[in-house]
């Protein structure tokens, strides 16, 4: 984009971030998660409200200042105003480091996914507008916000939202403000926070970080509540489409001492040695490529093959797969195949559970490479044989198929694809450190005296075919709007076996 646009919205940032101010109470509050014990009761989880900063002679307004940032800023900011709502770019001009590694990030990445926007565009059409900032509030919090995507209705009569990807704040998705405007959590659920509009915050909030700008230190922004805000994510219908920060509170990784305690910065924003800005001293840091398990699927997006690199290792960390030969049952050749969580502080897989997958793909050769057994194949289509009608061509075709994952339903029992359509859900997830597995018992007399290789591969991917395959039928996605998705083998186990 060309400076003189970015200027005219830095303009107009200005202005809008004063709306901020009245978007909730920023008291302390609390919510409620679930209890540790996993059962029906909940436990109060408190949160702070941390005052804004004022800093000089305490007449700085609590609104953004009049006058914008400089366009062509060179890291020098008047410490002494609020500086409203910068942009990525902005922040980047001091914080290279930090910026370089959003801009490749899953953060930077949640407002340009073309299978969110299409999602997006569908469930504004099929709810007739009433799904509204459900998505947005959370994908591109700041433009939600800041009252940059309204819905209407076009010519034809259908409802659609406007989505201005010249804007920094709708394009950037969840950016350097979302996070560190933060002031207060008011749950852990749906993007129930509230923003300040004329301080940043940080770890530290120290001297040297208020010549630059207001800043305050902030216990929200390390906590894991702050992360809980849109990683916990109940639809208007009240299905229960994301879990991530309850499994995660319900886990051992909230422990009751530091020593087993490891929030989602931890893992996601792992530690390292650098300097904060490009002439500041060399001191404890974290990453900003807030790994987890997606990938971008669109040409050109900044350091993809690092950040599917950081992807692979991640997944290759989080599960122990086990195959072995068990006592024959009733006749049949006993295959028993395991996969334990490891590592994890949620489930496996979490998040958007019903578009992610897992499943283990299991093949029984004969010594020459022959094929006499097979599991968790994919169909012509690429899409796993699931049971479901509309799932696969062969729905019925692996009776035997082993995947973790969740399935949307709506109020009359039926599956559904899209999360606005579930009025429930049912899960089949694997818990921090638990094991699951299946016993495929097969025919004996198929294998008899003969040396076979048992091979099992615990697979991943982000979306199944079907869903994809049903935003391009219905005219919402582009056929050539996506690279291929990425099947990542998470483990292979190999045994071999001659049966008798």
Not at 420 to 446: H, S
Request: glycine share 8%.
């Amino acid at each position: 984009m060309a400076s003189s646009q970015w200027h005219r919205w830095l303009c107009g940032l200005c202005v809008w971030g004063s709306l901020l101010i009245g978007m909730g109470a920023f008291g302390s509050c609390t919510s409620t998660n679930p209890a540790k014990d996993g059962g029906g009761s909940n436990e109060p989880v408190k949160t702070e409200s941390i005052p804004d900063r004022k800093v000089a002679d305490d007449k700085t307004p609590e609104t953004p200042a009049e006058k914008p940032v400089n366009p062509d800023v060179k890291g020098v900011i008047d410490a002494h105003k609020a500086v409203g709502l910068l942009t990525p770019e902005q922040c980047g001009t001091c914080h290279k480091q930090h910026y370089e590694e959003w801009r490749g990030s899953m953060h930077s990445y949640a407002a340009k996914d073309p299978v969110f926007l299409a999602m997006l565009a569908k469930g504004i059409a099929d709810t007739k507008g009433k799904l509204d900032q459900f998505c947005v509030q959370c994908h591109a919090p700041m433009a939600s916000r800041l009252k940059l995507t309204p819905v209407s209705q076009n010519s034809k009569g259908v409802h659609e939202m406007k989505f201005d990807m010249t804007n920094p704040m709708v394009a950037h998705g969840v950016q350097c403000v979302t996070c560190h405007n933060m002031k207060s959590v008011e749950a852990t659920l749906n993007a129930k926070f509230t923003l300040s509009a004329s301080t940043y915050y940080g770890p530290t909030g120290s001297a040297a970080a208020n010549k630059a700008h207001p800043m305050a230190k902030s216990s929200v922004l390390q906590s894991s509540l702050m992360c809980g805000t849109c990683h916990n994510v109940v639809n208007p219908k009240g299905a229960l489409l994301e879990n991530t920060f309850s499994e995660w509170y319900a886990s051992d990784f909230n422990g009751d001492t530091p020593e087993k305690t490891k929030r989602c910065q931890d893992c996601h924003m792992p530690e390292y040695q650098g300097k904060i800005t490009v002439d500041g001293p060399v001191r404890t840091l974290h990453r900003h490529y807030f790994v987890g398990v997606d990938q971008a699927l669109i040409k050109n997006f900044p350091k993809k093959e690092e950040q599917a690199n950081l992807v692979k290792k991640l997944l290759q960390s989080c599960a122990v797969l086990h195959v072995e030969r068990r006592p024959d049952a009733e006749g049949k050749l006993s295959i028993f195949v395991s996969v334990k969580s490891i590592n994890n502080g949620h489930n496996l897989p979490s998040g958007s559970t019903a578009d992610r997958q897992v499943w283990v793909h299991l093949t029984i050769k004969d010594e020459q490479g022959a094929l006499l057994y097979e599991s968790g194949m994919m169909d012509k289509n690429g899409d796993l044989m699931d049971r479901v009608t509309g799932h696969s061509v062969t729905p019925k075709g692996d009776p035997h198929l082993l995947m973790f994952g969740q399935f949307l339903f709506d109020e009359a029992g039926n599956h559904v694809t899209f999360p606005w359509e579930a009025a429930r859900t049912e899960d089949n997830l694997i818990a921090p450190g638990q094991t699951k597995w299946r016993e495929y018992l097969l025919p004996k007399d198929k294998f008899l005296n003969k040396t076979v290789t048992v091979e099992a591969v615990l697979n991943y991917r982000t979306f199944p075919p079907f869903l994809i395959r049903k935003l391009i039928e219905e005219g919402y996605l582009k056929k050539d709007a996506l690279e291929p998705i990425p099947v990542v083998e998470m483990a292979r186990k190999k045994i071999q076996l001659t049966i008798r």
